[in-house]
């Protein structure tokens, strides 16, 4: 799909809007309020900063580096760098280099500004230690917890896909969350400590002033879904962009709920779908799960991993009209199938009829430490 015709992406995509626009339009819609939106206490957002910090200083390098085993793929095999490459490749390092305020600096004073770029604390993380120390009275470290490590993890794998839709989809919605994220937090930050947006340096360079960074990173990526995303990919792209956007929430959501603090026991949120995607859903479960097989005969034949929950850990996200049932012998089991491709995702076990019994083979694999 080339750039010019960019306006197919969506079919519901208003012509008026670029696709920027809409996928920003289509995330608050989909997902709400950010979750740093709501209000916080100053505790809560002392322990956030140094996680924030953690995540504001890795992801540049990570997502610049993304692409290496791609360049590394073509060297080995003697072949051309495909252009897709190239075009997530400049556009993950433009980021970075936006992030150490290099564009900024430029637009400023020029090229006599590019020796600055040495200025380690005119980096974008280091404007928001400044800021958080001053605020805390004390130096601000960076917090590495594993909930965030997971994130970034989790982020470099869709950073560094071999399919360049995943790519580009992670990439999208990194780039809208953070704007979405970013505007959140400024706006709570100067309500709980009350303060003003331009005392902050790091929320002045990104959401007060006229021309903000983050404007640069969402344009930019946005446009990548004109160049890279065939027409007919549209719709596996929303559900990769649908994927991305959820992980980033999640992050923000575990560390509000204090998940980092509660070590790899804690629960966390994992997406599952059935084959053909109409039906999906989540469940809240440690990220080593427990996993048992069924003895009732539908079941063996299935061959099934089983992941057991209570009936208020799961909820299905979309396409409840899809599921159909099948119960057999006394009646008390209800096996829940999608009628589309036939897949069950979860099913109410007869041991507990009021729970769940959850398809381990349909959660994302990337969620999931151990079995």
């Known amino acids: 799909m080339t750039s010019s ?7 519901d995509q208003p ?3 670029s696709v920027h626009e809409y996928l920003t339009q289509k995330a608050r819609a989909l997902f709400g309020p950010h979750p740093f939106a709501a209000a916080m206490s100053k505790d809560q957002i002392v322990s956030l900063i140094p996680e924030y910090l953690a995540m504001s200083q890795a992801f540049p390098y990570l997502q610049a580096g993304s692409q290496k085993d791609l360049v590394f793929a073509a060297m080995h095999s003697n ?5 897709h490459v190239e075009l997530t490749s400049v556009v993950a390092n433009f980021c970075c280099w936006d992030e150490t305020g290099g564009h900024s600096r430029v637009l400023r004073a020029a090229n006599a500004a590019l020796p600055d770029i040495l200025a380690t604390e005119q980096f974008h993380s ?3 230690r400044k800021d958080a120390s001053r605020r805390l009275g004390g130096a601000v470290k960076p917090n590495y917890s594993p909930t965030t490590k997971r994130y970034l993890h989790s982020l470099y794998a869709g950073l560094s896909s071999k399919d360049p839709v995943v790519r580009c989809a992670y990439m999208v919605a990194f780039e809208l969350h953070a704007a979405e994220m970013i505007q959140s937090l400024s706006a709570t930050v100067v309500k709980t400590f009350d303060v003003e947006a331009d005392d902050l340096e790091y929320f002045r360079v990104h959401v007060v002033v006229e021309d903000p960074a983050e404007k640069y990173h969402g344009e930019m990526t946005s446009r990548l879904i004109g160049e890279i995303v065939p027409a007919d990919s549209s719709s596996r792209f929303f559900d990769e962009f649908d994927r991305a956007y959820r992980h980033s929430l999640e992050w923000c959501r575990d560390l509000l709920a204090g998940f980092s603090l509660e070590g790899d026991g804690a629960e966390i949120r994992h997406h599952g779908r059935c084959h053909c995607g109409s039906v999906k859903f989540y469940v809240r479960a440690p990220r080593v799960l427990s996993a048992v097989r069924c003895n009732c ?4 034949m ?7 929950v209570p009936g208020d850990k799961l909820g299905i996200e979309c396409g409840e009209e899809f599921l159909t049932s099948y119960q057999f012998n006394k009646n008390v089991a209800r096996h829940t199938f999608c009628r589309i491709c036939g897949v069950k995702p979860f099913y109410r076990p007869r041991s507990s009829p009021s729970g769940f019994s959850v398809n381990i083979g349909c959660l994302d694999k990337r969620t999931i430490e151990s079995v």
């Open 126 to 128: 280091n404007l928001f």
């Open 297 to 300: 005969s539908i079941c063996q």
């Open 5 to 11: 015709r960019a306006s197919e992406f969506a079919l």
């Open 302 to 308: 299935l061959k099934l991993l089983h992941l057991l």
């Open 79 to 83: 072949r051309d760098l495909p252009r």
């Open 15 to 17: 012509p008026q809007i």
